[in-house]
Structures are given as structure tokens and as C-alpha cells.
């Protein structure tokens, strides 16, 4: 055999399949796996010792926001870190294009309490993949339908005219065209949450027809989650897409224990042909802007508009009521405001990692009143950690090998911009934190289906057959790290910190991007866009 570029050599392989490790060599040549056999007598460029290390495909964070950083940090420290090498980006309805001409200002002020260092400018959906950055990770991109509704209509609360839905088809064939990936929906907040199902089956046919698939964050996570389980698979039996319902949770005290309900619906619509997966994070806390707790008729997209209804003592007493009753919009119920924690607040940032309670109480006044001021004085941009979901149910859905692992968490670093506030740990913990903590300690589900979740699934749930496991001839995206050392550190109180293991190591497209823990810089990785595109 020809000299290759490198030789993984003697490391325990397990290979995203769910099979068991076994000790093997792999070889990899141009960005591919050439071979895997033991003890391969291949001579190579460099030979990376990996006794006492599990060798596993490189994994895939099925759902994230990095496209709200990557452009800050291309080199996607905390991802990386993690081991993961592929991310699918766009996704809760919410995309960075299109921005119509004159329109980019729209988007920059919706997604204010996300993505508040980004530079929005108008561009087509084909511009803005045509001008994305090198980066050390490869990117999945998705068309969001918020942003398409936004570009139509604003935040029009009403269900689409004929010729909206059909701009709206418009705009995202366009999008389909150019690569997108996918269709993502967030039906829980406007624009979102004003569509018609018939909307977004519409969309979803449109996407289908192309190749594509449908990434959604269920109108409801809370009490009324089981309906909208069924919205996403109905999107799916209508359409014929694929569905993939992200981040799945029940939120709210009144809904805690039903997780293997959810799964069981799930399994009952794809053995009535549904196509739908689903993925979660390995965490209680959920994260979302401040704003996103109240009730949807304080919310507005003009800033003035709703700080003014905020400061009125008649909308407040009708907050308070309506919490009171129903509990927090998307959550439900919550045992108090300790379960609310600052996480970035962009005029108010002394505030971070602070509950609202805690600042209630220095202030005096009671936690929704202290909301409303926060968000006043924060101009409606605070972003928030709600402690919302029980961790049975996180174990639940962590034992079954059919949900895949997303960290709804954007690439950020220690260092520069995206290094700023207390972003949720899942930026920093998620895949560690399923291999150690719920693997290796607690013993829930072994390493070859930990691993399995976070790769050969998640390829299966992507429809990819080119990466996502090892196997010759797949994309050389590969993760090494010592399974007795490899464990999250970061914490709600101190985030940004990266997983703890020396000998990590990780290759995307066959370059060594992190070499024992440390990031080389390189930027090996592919915009992955649809494949007839
Ligand atoms: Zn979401």
C-alpha cells in the first residue's frame, strides 16, 4: 500500500455503529479513511499513538447556533474541544439569510437576545453560503422559517395570505437551491408561532421536493407538547419529509415523567411510515430570551413598543395573573424565580449568572415586576437559563438509542467575543458530559451507544452516507480521547471552561484540528450543503 497521510494506530475503535470497540488501525489519505484493519503495515506522513485511547467518528451536533458565532470564531473552539466536527446550523426557524434588500436591520433586531455581536447585511440565501467563512468544523446549513416570515410579513400576527405563503415558497426554493440543507420552524415564538399548519406543510412540500429535510422546535414544550408532537408529525405524514424534532424536553412541573410517552408516539408514527427522529441536551436548564417567558401580547418587535408595555402597572397585574394561572409562555409552570438565571445581558452584563429572584430580593420588589424592569433596562435583550425539565426524563431519553445528541449551544472560546457572559455549559459540555457523567459514571448506556447517538445516528437522522461512522471510504472526521479522563467542566456558575482530557484529539477531513488538547488553527472544514445543489 501507498504511504499514507496518517496511521491511527492501536487505539480502541468503536465505530458508530453501537458495535463494541475493538483494538485497530485506521488510515486515512486526502481527507478520507483508506483502511482498517490491526496492526496495518502502512507507512504514514504521521503516526498518531492511540493505546488507551477510544477512536470514534468525529461527532455531529445536530443542533446548534453557531452560525450565530462561527463568524466570530471560525475556529469554533468549544465544539471542537468537544470533539465535535460537524454541526447542523440554522435551526429554530432562525436563519442569517435571506435578508431582503433593506430588510438585514429586521433580523439584526429580532435576534438581538442571540446573537448580539453578529453583523447582519442584506443578502440572498446563495450569497450568504457563497461568502461563509473557512472554519475548523463542517456546517450543515438550514433555511429558517421565522426568517422567511419575517422577510414576507414581519411580525404580522395572522395566519399568511395565498401570495405571502407563495413568497414564502419563493424565497425558500431559492434557498434550496443554493444548498440549504434543510427546513427549520420555531413555532413556539413569533413570527413562528402565527403560522397555520397548512403553512408549513406547504414549505415543507416545497423542501421535500428538493432533497430537503425539516429540523422543528415544537410550538409548545410545555403543557401543550403532545399536540404539538402530533403538528410535527402530521408536517411529516402530509409531506412525506423527514421530520426531526430538536432539542426535545417537557418543560414545566406539570409535564415532568412523560418523556417515555413522547418516545412512544414518536416509535408510533414512523411504524406508520413517518419518517422523524429526535435529538435532546444532557441538561435541566433550557436557555431563551427573557422576553420569550411572558405572555406572547407583551411581545413586540419594535423595542420601544414593548418597553412601554412593560412599564404599565395594568399590563404588569396582567402578567402576574396570567403566570400565575398558566405558568411562564413555553415553560409553564416553574418552582420560582431562582430557576431563571441571567445569562447574557448585553447592557447589563454585572447581572450574568445571577437568578431573578436573588435580584428580586436585593431589590425589594416582587420577581415579575423585576423581570419587566430587567428587560427595560436590558432594551428587551437579556437572554436567560430556565431550570425547567426533570432530569428523569433526561435519563429516559438518554437510555433510548434512538435519540440523538444535539447541544443547542453556539461554538464560542474562552477567549475574544463570543468568551463574553455565562452562556449555557451545553456550549462547552454536552458530548463529555453524555460519555462521562451519564456513561462512564452513572452507567446508563455503554460507550459503543453513547458514541452511536452522537454519530451513526445522528448521520442516519441526516440522511448521510458519507460520514458518521468509520468506515473506508467516509470522510476522515475523527475523535480521539482517553474515556477516563474525558469529562465536562463547565458549570451554569463558570461556563466557559473546555472538557478536561490531555490527549483529545480531533481530525476533520483528515486534518489534526485539535492535537492533545490544544486547537492547531486549522480550518479543514466543508460547507455541507444538499447534494444536488
Ligand atoms: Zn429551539
Not at 463558570?494 to 476533520?508: C, M
Request: net charge negative.
Amino acid at each position: 500500500m501507498s504511504k499514507a497521510d496518517i496511521l491511527i494506530q492501536g487505539g480502541q475503535v468503536i465505530d458508530g455503529t453501537g458495535s463494541p470497540a475493538i483494538e485497530t488501525d485506521i488510515a486515512i489519505t486526502n481527507g478520507k479513511i483508506v483502511a482498517i484493519g490491526p496492526k496495518l503495515a502502512t507507512e504514514a506522513g504521521r503516526v498518531i499513538d492511540a493505546r488507551n485511547m477510544v477512536v470514534s467518528p468525529g461527532f455531529i451536533d445536530i443542533k446548534t447556533h453557531s452560525d450565530w458565532t462561527v463568524p466570530l470564531n471560525p475556529q469554533g473552539h468549544s465544539k471542537l474541544r468537544q470533539g465535535v466536527t460537524t454541526e447542523v446550523i440554522g435551526h429554530c426557524g432562525y436563519s442569517c439569510a435571506p435578508a431582503l434588500p433593506g430588510k438585514a436591520g429586521i433580523l439584526r433586531d429580532y435576534l438581538s437576545p442571540s446573537a448580539p455581536w453578529l453583523t447582519f447585511i442584506d443578502q440572498s440565501f446563495h450569497d450568504y453560503l457563497g461568502t461563509f467563512p473557512k472554519t475548523s468544523g463542517n456546517f450543515v446549513p438550514l433555511v429558517g422559517h421565522n426568517t422567511l416570515r419575517l422577510m414576507v410579513m414581519g411580525l404580522a400576527d395572522r395566519h399568511a395570505t395565498d401570495d405571502e405563503v407563495n413568497e414564502m415558497i419563493a424565497l425558500a426554493q431559492e434557498a434550496f437551491d443554493a444548498g440549504a440543507f434543510g427546513l427549520s420552524t420555531g413555532l413556539f415564538t413569533p413570527p413562528g408561532a402565527f403560522a397555520a399548519t397548512e403553512e408549513i406543510v406547504a414549505l415543507a412540500k416545497i423542501a421535500k421536493g428538493r432533497g430537503g429535510r425539516y429540523f422543528t422546535h415544537l410550538r409548545d414544550e410545555a403543557n401543550e407538547v403532545f399536540a404539538a408532537l402530533d403538528e410535527a408529525i402530521r408536517v411529516g405524514d402530509e409531506s412525506g419529509i423527514h421530520v426531526q424534532v430538536v432539542h426535545m424536553k417537557l418543560s414545566g412541573l406539570d409535564n415532568w415523567g412523560r418523556a417515555s410517552e413522547m418516545l412512544d408516539r414518536i416509535e408510533a408514527a414512523r411504524a406508520r411510515g413517518i419518517a422523524i427522529d429526535c435529538d435532546q441536551y444532557p441538561y435541566t436548564a433550557a436557555s431563551n430570551p427573557l422576553k420569550n417567558l411572558l405572555p406572547r401580547w407583551v411581545q413586540s418587535d419594535k423595542i420601544d413598543e414593548m418597553k412601554a408595555r412593560l412599564a404599565s402597572p395594568e399590563n404588569r397585574a396582567r402578567i402576574k395573573q396570567e403566570i400565575a394561572t398558566h405558568g411562564l409562555n413555553n415553560f409553564g409552570r416553574i418552582k420560582d424565580w431562582d430557576a431563571i438565571r441571567i445569562s447574557v445581558s448585553p447592557h447589563q452584563g454585572q447581572y450574568a449568572g445571577r437568578t431573578m429572584l436573588d435580584i428580586a430580593n436585593e431589590r425589594g420588589i416582587d420577581p415579575v415586576d423585576c423581570a419587566c424592569d430587567y428587560l427595560i433596562a436590558d432594551q428587551c435583550a437579556t437572554r436567560v437559563l430556565v431550570d425547567s425539565i426533570s432530569e428523569d426524563d433526561i435519563q429516559t431519553m438518554i437510555k433510548s438509542p434512538d435519540v440523538c445528541v444535539g447541544s443547542d449551544g453556539n461554538c464560542v472560546a474562552t477567549h475574544g467575543i463570543t468568551g463574553q457572559g455565562r452562556p449555557h455549559p451545553r456550549f462547552y459540555g454536552t458530548f463529555p458530559r453524555i460519555i462521562g457523567h451519564y456513561s462512564q459514571e452513572l452507567h446508563l448506556i455503554d460507550l459503543p451507544l453513547a458514541i452511536h447517538k452522537m454519530t451513526g445516528a445522528s448521520a442516519k437522522a441526516l440522511g448521510f452516507t458519507d460520514r458518521g461512522l468509520l468506515k473506508t471510504g467516509y470522510a476522515a472526521d475523527i475523535t480521539l480521547f482517553d474515556p477516563a479522563e474525558f469529562r465536562e467542566r463547565a458549570t451554569y456558575q463558570d461556563p466557559h471552561q473546555y472538557p478536561a482530557g490531555d490527549s483529545t484529539t480531533v481530525l476533520v477531513n483528515g486534518t489534526v484540528t485539535i492535537d492533545h488538547a490544544e486547537h492547531t488553527g486549522a480550518l479543514a472544514g466543508d460547507l455541507l450543503k444538499r447534494a444536488s445543489a
